[in-house]
């Protein structure tokens, strides 16, 4: 099994793969370009955005900087915007539904080590997914851990530390991130 297969499966893995790290590099240079691109040439940073990411529709908009690992692994619905400072470690898919706006200064962090401190010494690490639902507001300086799902409509308050899973229609603020408000779809 090659390293980017286990990467993408969830185990453990050697980032330092030559293979992993051409890819990254890859994304690097097309951040680079994204980056130092005007926000108003839009039908190329549009372009940029697409060669980038893992899949994503004509109505999103990416202040910059952004940055990312792979960009690959990154799937974003229609209506997505995500402010300056953007940072999503996409080791593992990330997938965000429509109608999602992210803060300025956002962690999405599907990247994790092991625990054993032998593992982490040598080097290896392991991803989970990360899943936000359609129609979620993440506040500024919000941080995301790795294997977190959130449902529709979530609201995370500014600078919370999302270390769970939630469900649909709440507000969820706090380190570690917790339930603030139920129901808002009522």
Known sequence: MSELSKMLAGQLYDPSNVQLTALRMDARLKLETLNQTSMAQVETRQHLIKQLLGSSTERIHIESPFHCDYGE???????????????????????????????????????????????????????????????????GHVTINPGVTLGNNVIVGAGSVVTKSFADNLIIAGNPARVIKTNLAT
Do not use: M, S
């Open 73 to 139: 692994n990154i799937h974003v619905g229609d209506n997505f915007y995500t402010n300056f400072g953007c940072v999503i470690l996409d080791v593992a898919e990330v997938r965000i539904g429509k109608n999602c706006f992210i803060g300025p200064q956002v962690g999405i962090y599907t990247a994790t080590h092991p625990l054993d401190p032998v593992k982490r010494a040598n080097g290896l690490e392991y991803a989970k997914p990360i899943t936000i639902g359609d129609d979620c507001w993440l506040g």
